[in-house]
């Protein structure tokens, strides 16, 4: 029996409600339930203990936000509104790999920050429409045109970038998030798995090798570096594919093919070889997530 076509829903898709409740507001709501995230995790966040935490009851919520998924894609969008994005500036070619590079650590400190923002992205049906993921997406895409790539080709590289930040990160925060409950530094913790690990690679000599040079570092700054290292080998490749474009002499702004973008849904050492022409733009440094956490804390 043929099934009816329904739209996927989505609070950016629903139209506002303007009788909302005077004395809460859907941005009171997502920045209790951002703050409650952060303490206690995804587990933890339901409608009946955010009303709880703001003195109202679920019922007065609901006026706000449909269900949880919605109230979900509401703080996905606020948390990635914490991201300083450069601007493009096409009058110029900005040294389009340090920019990206900056970006991605500071996307990758983000979710660190956040570590229950890593459990939910798969699911967020089209939270790219939120405001602060229009304008990541958007600006992003600036950047990779200004460098050169023609705008189908830059859309494809944002989803590169974006799909490598967060399949990276999303191990790192479930592993933060499992050493945040043990109450065990992660030092601790690793020094505590050594025989099992030992035991478990005895027969695999290249993999004990790996795992024995492992142990002589900090393992944060080894997180850091394999961070940076797989960065830079991913800007690597596209650094190779705009000379290709040069040498075929493709313009930065031939026709694409692809559609809108939506990239933000889909989701150490600084690479910076490979930048050219002089920086106009005003870019932090990346930051690591321990130093983003302590400016957020401080």
Not at 134 to 148: C, I, M, Y
Not at 183 to 188: L, R
Not at 198 to 225: G, M, T
């Amino acid at each position: 029996m043929p099934v009816d076509p329904q739209p996927i829903p989505s609070v950016w898709a629903r139209p506002r409600d303007r009788r909302e409740q005077p004395s809460l507001s859907r941005e009171q709501i997502v920045s209790a339930a951002v703050e409650l995230l952060d303490t206690d995790g995804i587990d933890a966040l339901s409608m009946r203990r955010l009303g709880t935490r703001l003195g109202a009851g679920a019922t007065s919520l609901y006026r706000h936000v449909a269900n949880k998924d919605e109230l979900i894609e509401l703080v996905v969008d606020q948390v990635y509104g914490e991201l300083d994005i450069p601007v493009p500036d096409p009058g110029t070619a900005p040294g389009w790999r340090v920019l990206i590079t900056r970006l991605a650590h500071d996307m990758r400190a983000l979710v660190l920050a956040h570590p229950w923002i890593a459990s939910v992205l798969g699911g967020l049906g089209v939270a790219y429409l939120g405001p602060n993921m229009t304008r990541l997406s958007d600006r992003v895409l600036g950047l990779f045109e200004t460098a050169g790539f023609p705008p189908d080709e830059a859309d494809s590289a944002v989803r590169v970038i974006f799909a490598y930040v967060t399949g990276t990160t999303a191990g790192e925060a479930a592993w933060l998030t499992l050493l945040a409950r043990s109450g065990q530094s992660e030092q601790e913790s690793l020094s505590g798995l050594w025989p099992a690990t030992e035991e478990a690679v005895r027969d695999h000599p290249r993999l004990h090798r790996s795992y024995e040079a492992a142990r002589k570092h900090d393992p944060a700054a080894r997180r850091d570096h394999n961070f940076a290292y797989g960065l830079d080998r991913t800007l690597d490749g596209l650094a190779v594919r705009l000379e290709q474009l040069g040498r075929a002499g493709i313009p930065s702004g031939a026709n694409g093919t692809s559609g809108a973008s939506s990239t933000a849904g889909t989701h150490g050492a600084t690479g910076t070889h490979g930048a050219t022409g002089s920086e106009r733009l005003s870019v932090p440094r990346p930051m690591s997530h321990r130093t983003w956490e302590k400016g957020r804390t401080g």
